[in-house]
């Protein structure tokens, strides 16, 4: 109740200050109308038609392709990395968005391997991929909006925490453009990215691009490196005035050993160097190619605009690890092999630009084969796993204007989703009972083979359908300031969550958003104040991601005897550890009354404000408070002697800071020979918040307050053919926790961010 009351008083001063300010922008504008420098507008595709930024009812960030490519951001860890709210998470298949608290780390199975729906996803020219490698190594990139909040009602998909939508750059009939960017800095990294818009005719226009981009590891062993290549065409083709489409291919390969582990710490001071770890964990070298394309139909009918967006996508990927047993000095190779694929439509109409009640109907359809893969072991098949992801549904949207000033909005979606798990393990050795231990029951099925082993088969389905909606009204204080609240719901699968064992389907996650917000302009659009209040009920948050848990037992542990276990027996699951110490890997059992998802809530206020203080001068600052609690997770196991029942209400999600600060500033020197040179500064603080979450306090689990600072030099010829920046990220060489994977006493591996980089980018304009 009193987190409740506490956003209304929110709300409430929203409101004022969106009245307050919106009068004195009327004022000021009038004021400054002989001031030449005003703050740019932004033109956006977010409600599926061209409107500008500060007119669209929607919290949101807008980043230009130019700006990430002069300041050297490729992926979507360095692109967000100054956005309020914003956290990333990385994992063994790529990396994640966290927005608002609104979280993806349900890693429940394979890995450390996501085979869900994203929480946050990323929209590509308008298709939705449930893959999370997407926002890596982006190129040609026109601009990137980020929507926070669901967008059911407007979108091919369901993502309770916000979209990505990436805009890559398309063929245009009227000219021919190309550019070329070269970029190197340590770590031996070396970028090369061009582009070339090749007008045919005025119908028939091509646009060619290509990234290349490698470096060696940031970590000591060679891992977190990069080798990746990329090419994209795009043609165009206007059949008449009113009628075309575009034929989109793209083609990438993903190399080197990717992200990697390195021993836990709680704080950075208390080691050397976070970015070193051992040769035995380096994977082996990984090579992953994709294909994927497209095709964008749009037709201007006289009752609206009509598009059609068809897609398919295949990856295949292979990589192995070599892993040496420390008492026995025998070596095993695991090589993992995966296929996967996606295919999907996108078919909606927009209503008409002059009509004067805006609406957007549509339907979607996906399906995926996300985590096909098969191990085999020293040459002996050990498993093949696939999971098959299938949803379509149809959603709209309307908005209609009370006045010319006051509009409301209402919208829904239905939708249907299925999730298949299918699971083949090979030659398994027979386990023996060990007293004291529970082992997962499995609801597959055995075969007896000839030389004493079994196979083992499981397969289980989940299936679920969502009515989705959302309300709101906007109010045109004048013409530089809006209002805006809408209440908004979203749902999503839960990711791997087998059925329990009363034969009952885990329910999907539900998410509830209240949304209220003000975008003002002032001083004849010199200083801008975008704010916004939220507060997020999400209900059947997975918060382990599935029923087993993992845990260690050490030899000089008391329990260790008491489960009957002794070292060096030849008991099976017993391991030798990089200090020497023998464990023993347990299985533990939940008490099948109770699962690990729970509810939790997340309420908060962002405030994002810009200004161009004179014609040479900008700086952007933004702060966001957030706070998340979880209401009903217990965490409630059948064998106390590893694990005692804990209860997790009261507790913080993961990833969710208290405070977010970032703070930019850029000025431009006007040099003699007519060209600019423009230093800038950007710098994010962060509050304390815990990575993953546990039944346990562990201080390696949570991540410090810290910051971290970026800068650049830009030199602009003076006929804006080229650019070179020189720049310097993370100057304070800060670890970022990125991820922490590994359950027991002390066995603790991070994923951290990038070190310090510096380097070059020469950029040209043709």
Same mark, same amino acid.
């Given at each position: 109740?009193?987190?409740?009351?506490?956003?209304?008083?929110?709300?409430?001063?929203?409101?004022?200050?969106?009245?307050?300010?919106?009068?004195?922008?009327?004022?000021?504008?009038?004021?400054?109308?002989?001031?030449?420098?005003?703050?740019?507008?932004?033109?956006?595709?977010?409600?599926?038609?061209?409107?500008?930024?500060?007119?669209?009812?929607?919290?949101?960030?807008?980043?230009?392709?130019?700006?990430?490519?002069?300041?050297?951001?490729? @992926?979507?860890?360095?692109?967000? %990395?100054?956005?309020?709210?914003? *956290?990333?998470?990385?994992?063994?298949?790529?990396?994640?968005?966290?927005? !608002?608290?609104?979280?993806?780390?349900?890693?429940?199975?394979?890995?450390?391997?996501?085979?869900?729906?994203?929480?946050?996803?990323?929209?590509?020219?308008?298709?939705? %991929?449930?893959?999370?490698?997407?926002?890596?190594?982006?190129?040609?990139?026109?601009?990137?909006?980020?929507?926070?909040?669901?967008?059911?009602?407007?979108?091919?998909?369901?993502?309770?925490?916000?979209?990505?939508?990436?805009?890559?750059?398309?063929?245009?009939?009227?000219?021919?453009?190309?550019?070329?960017?070269?970029?190197?800095?340590?770590?031996?990294?070396?970028?090369?990215?061009?582009?070339? &818009?090749?007008?045919?005719?005025?119908?028939?226009?091509?646009?060619?691009?290509?990234?290349?981009?490698?470096?060696?590891?940031?970590?000591? &062993?060679?891992?977190?490196?990069?080798?990746?290549? *990329?090419?994209?065409?795009?043609?165009?083709?206007?059949?008449?005035?009113?009628?075309?489409?575009?034929?989109?291919g793209e083609y990438s390969f993903n190399g080197g050993h990717g992200f990697a582990r390195v021993e836990g710490f709680v704080d950075q001071d208390d080691v050397d160097d976070p970015w070193t770890?051992?040769?035995?964990?380096?994977?082996?070298?990984?090579?992953?190619? !994709?294909?994927?394309?497209?095709?964008?139909?749009?037709?201007? *009918?006289?009752?609206?605009?009509?598009?059609?967006?068809?897609?398919?996508?295949?990856?295949? %990927?292979?990589?192995?690890?070599?892993?040496?047993?420390?008492?026995?000095g025998d070596s095993t190779t695991t090589l993992t092999e995966r296929e996967m694929w996606e295919k999907g439509a996108d078919a909606r109409m927009v209503s008409p630009t002059d009509f004067f009640?805006?609406?957007?109907?549509?339907?979607?359809?996906?399906?995926?084969?996300?985590?096909?893969?098969?191990?085999?072991?020293?040459?002996?098949?050990?498993?093949?796993?696939?999971?098959?992801?299938?949803?379509?549904?149809?959603?709209?949207?309307?908005?209609?204007?009370?006045?010319?000033?006051?509009?409301?909005?209402?919208?829904? !979606?239905?939708?249907?989703?299925?999730?298949?798990?299918?699971?083949?393990?090979?030659?398994?050795?027979?386990?023996?009972?060990?007293?004291?231990?529970?082992?997962? =029951?499995?609801?597959?099925?055995?075969?007896?083979?000839?030389?004493?082993?079994?196979?083992?088969?499981?397969?289980?389905?989940?299936?679920?359908?969502?009515?989705?909606?959302?309300?709101?009204?906007e109010y045109d204080v004048n013409t530089d300031s809006m209002l805006y609240a809408d209440i908004s719901n979203s749902y999503r699968m839960q990711a791997m969550a087998r059925e329990t064992t009363?034969?009952?389907?885990?329910?999907?996650?539900?998410?509830?958003?209240?949304?209220?917000?003000?975008?003002?302009?002032?001083?004849?659009?010199?200083?801008?104040?975008?704010?916004?209040?939220?507060?997020?009920?999400?209900?059947?948050?997975?918060?382990?991601?599935?029923?087993?848990?993992?845990?260690?037992?050490?030899?000089?542990?008391?329990?260790?005897?008491?489960?009957?276990?002794?070292?060096?027996?030849?008991?099976?699951?017993?391991?030798? @550890?990089?200090?020497?110490?023998?464990?023993?890997?347990?299985?533990?059992?939940?008490?099948?009354?109770?699962?690990?998802?729970?509810?939790?809530?997340? %309420?908060?206020?962002?405030?994002?404000?810009?200004?161009?203080?004179?014609?040479?001068?900008?700086?952007?600052?933004?702060?966001?408070?957030?706070?998340?609690?979880?209401?009903?997770?217990?965490?409630?196991?059948?064998?106390?002697?590893?694990?005692?029942?804990?209860?997790?209400?009261?507790?913080?999600?993961?990833?969710?800071?208290?405070?977010?600060?970032?703070?930019?500033?850029?000025?431009?020197?006007?040099?003699?020979?007519?060209?600019?040179?423009?230093?800038?500064?950007?710098?994010?603080?962060?509050?304390?918040?815990?990575?993953?979450?546990?039944?346990?306090?562990?201080?390696?689990?949570?991540?410090?307050?810290?910051?971290?600072? &970026?800068?650049?030099?830009?030199?602009?010829?003076?006929?804006?053919?080229?650019?070179?920046?020189?720049?310097?990220?993370?100057? =304070?060489?800060?670890?970022?926790? !990125?991820?922490?994977?590994?359950?027991?006493?002390? =066995?603790?591996?991070?994923?951290?961010?990038?070190?310090?980089?510096?380097?070059?980018?020469?950029?040209?304009?043709?």
């Amino acid at each position: 109740m009193e987190i409740k009351k506490g956003f209304m008083c929110i709300l409430a001063a929203m409101l004022g200050l969106g009245l307050t300010l919106g009068d004195l922008s009327w004022a000021a504008a009038q004021e400054d109308e002989k001031e030449e420098f005003t703050l740019e507008e932004i033109t956006v595709t977010a409600q599926k038609r061209k409107e500008n930024v500060q007119k669209v009812p929607v919290t949101m960030e807008v980043i230009s392709g130019d700006k990430m490519k002069e300041l050297g951001q490729r @992926n979507i860890d360095e692109i967000l %990395s100054f956005i309020g709210s914003a *956290s990333i998470e990385k994992a063994a298949d790529g990396l994640r968005v966290s927005l !608002r608290g609104i979280s993806d780390n349900d890693d429940a199975w394979g890995d450390n391997m996501h085979v869900s729906t994203p929480t946050v996803a990323i929209s590509t020219d308008g298709v939705y %991929s449930s893959r999370s490698d997407q926002g890596q190594g982006l190129y040609d990139i026109e601009r990137m909006e980020v929507l926070f909040g669901p967008q059911s009602t407007m979108y091919a998909n369901t993502s309770p925490g916000g979209i990505i939508n990436v805009i890559t750059a398309a063929p245009k009939t009227d000219k021919f453009e190309a550019s070329g960017t070269v970029e190197y800095g340590n770590y031996n990294y070396l970028h090369l990215e061009g582009s070339v &818009n090749t007008p045919i005719n005025e119908k028939v226009a091509l646009r060619a691009a290509f990234s290349k981009a490698e470096h060696e590891g940031y970590i000591s &062993n060679g891992a977190d490196d990069e080798d990746k290549k *990329s090419a994209r065409l795009k043609a165009l083709f206007k059949l008449n005035e009113r009628l075309s489409f575009t034929l989109t291919g793209e083609y990438s390969f993903n190399g080197g050993h990717g992200f990697a582990r390195v021993e836990g710490f709680v704080d950075q001071d208390d080691v050397d160097d976070p970015w070193t770890a051992a040769d035995t964990m380096l994977m082996d070298p990984r090579e992953e190619t !994709r294909k994927a394309g497209n095709i964008n139909l749009n037709w201007d *009918s006289v009752i609206g605009t009509l598009t059609v967006i068809p897609a398919y996508s295949t990856t295949e %990927s292979s990589d192995s690890e070599t892993m040496t047993n420390q008492r026995t000095g025998d070596s095993t190779t695991t090589l993992t092999e995966r296929e996967m694929w996606e295919k999907g439509a996108d078919a909606r109409m927009v209503s008409p630009t002059d009509f004067f009640i805006k609406w957007i109907a549509g339907a979607n359809y996906n399906k995926a084969n996300e985590g096909n893969y098969r191990t085999v072991v020293d040459s002996i098949e050990g498993s093949t796993v696939e999971v098959r992801q299938k949803s379509h549904a149809f959603y709209g949207n309307i908005t209609y204007p009370v006045t010319d000033a006051f509009r409301v909005t209402a919208g829904g !979606r239905k939708s249907w989703d299925t999730m298949s798990f299918f699971q083949y393990d090979y030659n398994q050795l027979p386990r023996p009972a060990r007293e004291g231990f529970v082992e997962l =029951e499995r609801s597959g099925t055995y075969t007896n083979n000839p030389d004493g082993t079994l196979d083992y088969t499981e397969y289980w389905q989940q299936e679920y359908n969502s009515m989705n909606y959302k309300l709101g009204v906007e109010y045109d204080v004048n013409t530089d300031s809006m209002l805006y609240a809408d209440i908004s719901n979203s749902y999503r699968m839960q990711a791997m969550a087998r059925e329990t064992t009363t034969g009952e389907s885990p329910p999907p996650e539900e998410m509830t958003a209240y949304t209220i917000g003000s975008k003002n302009r002032f001083f004849g659009n010199k200083f801008q104040v975008n704010a916004s209040a939220y507060y997020y009920k999400y209900k059947n948050k997975v918060a382990e991601g599935g029923a087993r848990v993992f845990t260690n037992l050490y030899e000089d542990d008391p329990r260790f005897i008491e489960a009957g276990l002794t070292a060096g027996d030849g008991t099976p699951g017993l391991d030798i @550890n990089r200090d020497g110490r023998i464990t023993h890997v347990s299985v533990v059992l939940q008490d099948p009354t109770q699962t690990t998802w729970g509810d939790f809530m997340s %309420s908060g206020i962002d405030i994002m404000t810009s200004w161009i203080a004179t014609g040479k001068d900008r700086l952007d600052f933004s702060v966001s408070y957030m706070h998340t609690e979880w209401t009903n997770l217990l965490f409630d196991y059948v064998y106390d002697m590893v694990y005692e029942d804990f209860l997790y209400d009261g507790k913080p999600s993961i990833l969710s800071p208290k405070w977010n600060l970032t703070a930019s500033y850029s000025h431009n020197f006007s040099l003699w020979n007519g060209a600019t040179l423009t230093p800038r500064l950007d710098t994010r603080f962060q509050s304390s918040y815990v990575v993953t979450y546990h039944e346990r306090e562990d201080p390696q689990r949570r991540q410090e307050p810290y910051h971290i600072s &970026n800068f650049s030099m830009i030199y602009a010829s003076p006929s804006d053919k080229w650019t070179l920046t020189g720049y310097v990220k993370n100057m =304070e060489n800060y670890a970022v926790k !990125r991820n922490l994977i590994g359950e027991g006493e002390s =066995e603790y591996f991070l994923m951290i961010g990038t070190p310090r980089t510096y380097g070059a980018i020469l950029t040209m304009q043709f």
